[in-house]
Every structure is written in structure tokens, then in C-alpha cells.
């Protein structure tokens, strides 16, 4: 199905001259990606709207693709995979958040955020084996997932002290996941290089 609507937009911009024919691939590799997120963001935001959520689902999706932007990490290496482990953690996110009041999930919470925060300082960002950054690209993008980390550590105490433990929970969850995910790829560049 997706090949279908991509093959149709591309070649509706080839004989627009919007594109060129040599770069069909990349526009149909492109727009697949573009329809692909555009799906599961979509069908997480109306999940959120059944689960009576939807500001903390907007949250912590920003927070994942903001985080996964300037940290690098695992990739799936199929959309289902892709899709089925983002809704799990989505769906662990809504589990969390329903146990807030229980001091020692909230602990743990707070826990892994902060070796998350270690984690990303130490090792962020990690280009995996579909992306490939210059040095320049990787100094640039270091810099501004510290930056994007100083800014969540300063939204989370904001929101901490506010009381908005929901919102506290989305986006520390997401940025556990990324962390998760970059812990991953690092495992797998390790293991690589020893083989």
C-alpha cells in the first residue's frame, strides 16, 4: 500500500517537473519515511485521545523525535519492528503514568532519567550503520543534544515542581527510550568490532 502511494506522488512530481527521474528513489525512499512517521504519529495521538491524553502524548512524541535527532541510536531494521516497538513504549509510558502516585515507580522514573542524562553525556551521539556523519555534522550535532538535554532537564524541573507528574512521566520516559536505544547501538558496534 505505501509503495503504491509513493510511486503515485513521485511520479505525479516527475511529470510535474517538480523531480527528476534519475532521483525517483530517493523520493520514493523519502516519502515512504514521511508517510511511514506521519502514520505512527497519527495512530499514536488518536490512541492518546481514547486514553484521554492527548497534550502528554504531544510531549512525549516532540521528546523522542527531538532526542533520537541529536543522539543517534538503534534503528529497527523493519517498519513493523519499528512501529511495534514505539507503541510498546508508548504503551509502557501510559502504564507508568497510572502508577505515578506509587513513590517507588516515580523513584525509579527519576532514576533512570538520570542515568539516561549520564549515558547520553558519555556516549551521545552514535551514528548506527544507516547513518553515516562527518565529523563537522557529529561535533554540531553533540553540541546540540547537550543543548536539547539542558533544556529537558530544565522543563522537567519546571513541571516537577509545578506538580505535572504526567507530563514529567511522558518526556522522561521518552528519554529513557532514547537512551535505551543508544545504549543498544553502542552493544552492536562493540559486538561488530570484535567480529
Known amino acids: ?9 513521485t511520479s505525479y512530481l516527475i511529470s510535474n517537473k517538480a523531480a527528476k527521474e534519475e532521483d525517483r528513489d530517493v523520493y520514493k525512499y523519502g516519502l515512504a519515511i514521511l508517510l511511514y ?6 495512530f499514536i495521538v488518536v490512541l492518546s485521545f481514547f486514553l484521554h491524553n492527548v497534550i502528554a502524548t504531544i510531549l512525549f ?15 529497527a531494521n523493519s517498519r513493523v519492528k519499528c512501529f511495534t516497538t514505539t507503541v510498546i513504549i508508548y504503551t509502557l509510558t501510559v502504564i507508568v503514568n497510572n502508577f505515578q ?5 516515580q523513584a525509579l522514573v527519576y532514576g533512570l532519567l538520570m542515568i539516561s542524562y549520564v549515558l547520553m553525556l558519555m556516549f551521545a551521539p552514535i551514528c548506527g550503520e544507516q ?8 561535533e554540531y550535532v553533540k553540541k546540540c543534544n547537550r543543548i536539547c538535554l539542558l533544556v529537558f532537564i530544565f522543563i522537567i524541573i519546571c513541571m516537577s515542581y509545578l506538580n ?25 558496534l562493540r559486538e561488530g568490532r570484535k567480529s
Open 101 to 105: 502516585n506509587i513513590v517507588p515507580i
Open 37 to 42: 512517521n506521519i502514520f505512527l504519529v497519527l
Open 1 to 9: 500500500m505505501l509503495d503504491v502511494i509513493t510511486n503515485s506522488i
Open 164 to 188: 505535572w507528574k504526567t507530563y514529567v512521566n511522558y518526556i522522561s520516559i521518552a528519554i529513557i527510550a532514547t537512551s535505551c536505544s543508544l545504549v543498544i547501538e553502542r552493544l552492536k
Open 61 to 75: 512524541i516532540a521528546t523522542l523525535i527531538i532526542m533520537r535527532k541529536y543522539t543517534g541510536g538503534h534503528h
Open 131 to 138: 547513518i553515516q556523519w562527518s565529523s563537522k555534522r557529529m
